[in-house]
């Protein structure tokens, strides 16, 4: 199944002259793909200090490549899940391999993907350094024996080079991180290559479709640790690139949105290909019925960790709702606002594929540097613009809510609903692309006087309610409706 599946009205991806060539031409431009596999180098650790992430316990490199990206402080899900993820804490019982599954609600910004990634780093990179003992003990023992026979020191195996395709074996991971779209799976493995860069021999690959097979399956040679995406992992699976047996750290990252995209048969799937790991890790914005379903079926007694409640989420994003009288006044407003020169960088969100290209086109016609991203879009081109973004090449990113996920951009300032998210809970992911990494951000709804239904859904979701607000000169002509009371809850008139 892929993403674009699930977003209505397919069109033809827009043109966008800003884009320029340059970007096609710059090595950073390829970066997300460029740097899927990594195999880092022997770089030095960084010396150990008293740095807070020792404290949980996480090895000197990884410590040092925390320390490197700047991490002062754990976050509050890192603070909580990482010990908990460990091996042999003494919180947990006895499983046998003294691993606990884990079930996180942690909103999207919260530093949850170096929460789950840190400790399978962790364990993977112990594992690694015990075998690599092992071998050169073995080594050390049957080179004693040849010289007591006064024979010469057995050779070392001779180093293959795993690139070359007359090399190629299936991949053999010892964790796997599944996420519902390329862009998240793209983030977290450039995460995780940021990662393990003191970690000498761990590799990351990511797996994603819409980049050519024979590419995916050189990047997969001697992966440790791989980020996909559910359909392309089962394909690589099916034709045996990659064999899913020695997992042993299985990591869903937003479970919810996995249900969404209708992955909950690919994940019963790759819940059996894996079904001797020894630890599972679920992340989720919630823990609704569903998840606890899911949860149940692929986790043996998982221990929860709850971060935020929906009211407590986004506190540094100032969240404005205006009210308009029909689309054009709707746009009116967006274009008010994204005059506004506090912008930095802003994704305008459409509900429909067909609506994203429609504006894109619309904004650049009007002055703005803005492209459109979404699922009908080629993977290439997807990438070509976000890193236009990331590198503030483009200021206005129009995008649906599935090609959004995951996005990770500090810069930006700012996030629009032009379109109102089909589900409440997109509402959350969707502002949660502003207000990123400590800074403050501002995210503005429009809705038409039809849409109340589904402003009254937002408020009930979030447990917020908007204050609308209106701009002079811009006042819709009906008065704001009043909100609802929350169903099963209290009244809570305005
Ligand atoms: P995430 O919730 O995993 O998408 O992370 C959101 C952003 O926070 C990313 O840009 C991370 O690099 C950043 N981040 C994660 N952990 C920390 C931390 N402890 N201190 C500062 N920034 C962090």
Same mark, same amino acid.
């Given at each position: 199944?892929?993403?674009?599946?699930?977003?209505?009205?397919?069109?033809?991806?827009?043109?966008?002259?800003?884009?320029?060539?340059?970007?096609?031409?710059?090595?950073?431009?390829?970066?997300?793909?460029?740097?899927?596999?990594?195999?880092?180098?022997?770089?030095?650790?960084?010396?150990?200090?008293?740095?807070?992430?020792?404290?949980?316990g996480l090895a000197p490199e990884l410590v040092a490549a925390v320390r490197d990206l700047g991490y002062i402080e754990p976050t509050a899900v890192q603070t909580k899940a990482i010990p908990m993820a460990m091996p042999g804490n003494e919180e947990q019982d006895a499983s046998a391999a003294g691993f606990v599954d884990l079930m996180v609600s942690s909103q999207t910004g919260s530093g949850k993907t170096a929460a789950f990634l840190l400790p399978v780093l962790h364990t993977l990179l112990l594992q690694q350094q015990r075998e690599e003992e092992e071998a050169k003990a073995e080594h050390a023992r049957l080179a004693a024996e040849a010289a007591a026979r006064g024979e010469a020191p057995p050779k070392k195996p001779r180093r293959v080079n795993p690139t070359q395709s007359r090399n190629f074996k299936a991949a053999v991971p010892g964790a796997l991180v599944l996420c519902?779209?390329?862009?998240?799976?793209?983030?977290?493995?450039?995460?995780?290559?940021?990662?393990?860069?003191?970690?000498?021999?761990?590799?990351?690959?990511?797996?994603?479709?819409?980049?050519?097979?024979? %590419?995916?399956?050189?990047?997969? *040679?001697?992966?440790?640790?791989? &980020? +996909?995406?559910? $359909?392309? !992992?089962?394909?690589?699976? /099916?034709?045996?690139?990659?064999?899913?047996?020695?997992?042993?750290?299985?990591?869903?990252?937003?479970?919810?949105?996995?249900?969404?995209?209708?992955?909950?048969?690919?994940?019963?799937?790759?819940?059996?290909?894996?079904?001797?790991?020894?630890?599972?890790?679920?992340?989720?914005?919630?823990?609704?019925?569903?998840?606890?379903?899911?949860?149940?079926?692929?986790?043996?007694?998982?221990?929860?960790?709850?971060?935020?409640?929906?009211?407590?989420?986004?506190?540094?994003?100032?969240?404005?709702?205006?009210?308009?009288?029909?689309?054009?006044?709707?746009?009116?407003?967006?274009?008010?606002?994204?005059?506004?020169?506090?912008?930095?960088?802003?994704?305008?969100?459409?509900?429909?594929?067909?609506?994203?290209?429609? %504006?894109?086109?619309?904004?650049? *016609?009007?002055?703005?540097?803005? &492209? +459109?991203?979404? $699922?009908? !879009?080629?993977?290439?081109? /997807?990438?070509?613009?976000?890193?236009?973004?990331?590198?503030?090449?483009?200021?206005?990113?129009?995008?649906?809510?599935?090609?959004?996920?995951?996005?990770?951009?500090?810069?930006?300032?700012?996030?629009?609903?032009?379109?109102?998210?089909?589900?409440?809970?997109?509402?959350?992911?969707?502002?949660?692309?502003?207000?990123?990494?400590?800074?403050?951000?501002?995210?503005?709804?429009?809705?038409?006087?039809?849409?109340?239904?589904?402003?009254?859904?937002?408020?009930?979701?979030?447990?917020?309610?908007?204050?609308?607000?209106?701009?002079?000169?811009?006042?819709?002509?009906?008065?704001?409706?009043?909100?609802?009371?929350?169903?099963?809850?209290?009244?809570?008139?305005?």
């Amino acid at each position: 199944m892929t993403d674009s599946l699930h977003e209505q009205g397919a069109a033809a991806p827009v043109l966008d002259p800003s884009f320029s060539t340059e970007i096609v031409a710059d090595g950073r431009a390829d970066a997300p793909e460029a740097v899927l596999a990594h195999d880092v180098a022997a770089e030095p650790a960084a010396p150990e200090g008293p740095h807070p992430f020792a404290k949980l316990g996480l090895a000197p490199e990884l410590v040092a490549a925390v320390r490197d990206l700047g991490y002062i402080e754990p976050t509050a899900v890192q603070t909580k899940a990482i010990p908990m993820a460990m091996p042999g804490n003494e919180e947990q019982d006895a499983s046998a391999a003294g691993f606990v599954d884990l079930m996180v609600s942690s909103q999207t910004g919260s530093g949850k993907t170096a929460a789950f990634l840190l400790p399978v780093l962790h364990t993977l990179l112990l594992q690694q350094q015990r075998e690599e003992e092992e071998a050169k003990a073995e080594h050390a023992r049957l080179a004693a024996e040849a010289a007591a026979r006064g024979e010469a020191p057995p050779k070392k195996p001779r180093r293959v080079n795993p690139t070359q395709s007359r090399n190629f074996k299936a991949a053999v991971p010892g964790a796997l991180v599944l996420c519902p779209t390329r862009e998240l799976a793209q983030q977290v493995a450039h995460d995780a290559i940021e990662l393990v860069r003191h970690c000498r021999g761990l590799r990351i690959a990511n797996v994603v479709g819409g980049m050519p097979y024979q %590419l995916q399956i050189a990047r997969l *040679q001697n992966a440790n640790l791989v &980020v +996909a995406t559910p $359909g392309r !992992l089962l394909d690589l699976q /099916r034709s045996m690139q990659i064999k899913l047996d020695q997992v042993r750290f299985l990591v869903v990252d937003e479970a919810d949105r996995m249900l969404d995209l209708g992955f909950a048969d690919d994940l019963a799937e790759i819940n059996q290909l894996t079904i001797q790991r020894q630890q599972t890790m679920m992340f989720s914005a919630t823990f609704a019925p569903r998840i606890q379903q899911l949860a149940a079926r692929v986790m043996r007694e998982p221990r929860k960790v709850q971060i935020d409640s929906p009211q407590q989420k986004h506190a540094n994003i100032r969240q404005v709702l205006h009210w308009a009288d029909h689309a054009s006044h709707k746009r009116a407003l967006l274009d008010h606002w994204l005059r506004d020169p506090a912008i930095q960088q802003a994704v305008v969100f459409a509900s429909t594929q067909i609506e994203c290209d429609g %504006l894109a086109n619309d904004l650049q *016609q009007a002055g703005f540097s803005a &492209v +459109a991203l979404h $699922g009908a !879009l080629s993977q290439g081109l /997807r990438n070509r613009r976000l890193m236009a973004l990331r590198n503030g090449q483009v200021q206005i990113l129009v995008a649906t809510d599935v090609a959004a996920r995951g996005i990770d951009v500090p810069t930006i300032s700012h996030v629009f609903n032009f379109g109102l998210p089909m589900k409440a809970e997109d509402y959350t992911h969707r502002i949660g692309r502003t207000g990123r990494a400590g800074r403050d951000g501002i995210a503005v709804t429009f809705a038409e006087f039809r849409d109340q239904r589904r402003i009254f859904d937002i408020e009930a979701f979030t447990k917020q309610q908007f204050q609308p607000e209106v701009i002079e000169g811009m006042e819709p002509t009906r008065r704001a409706p009043t909100a609802q009371p929350p169903r099963g809850g209290a009244g809570r008139g305005r």
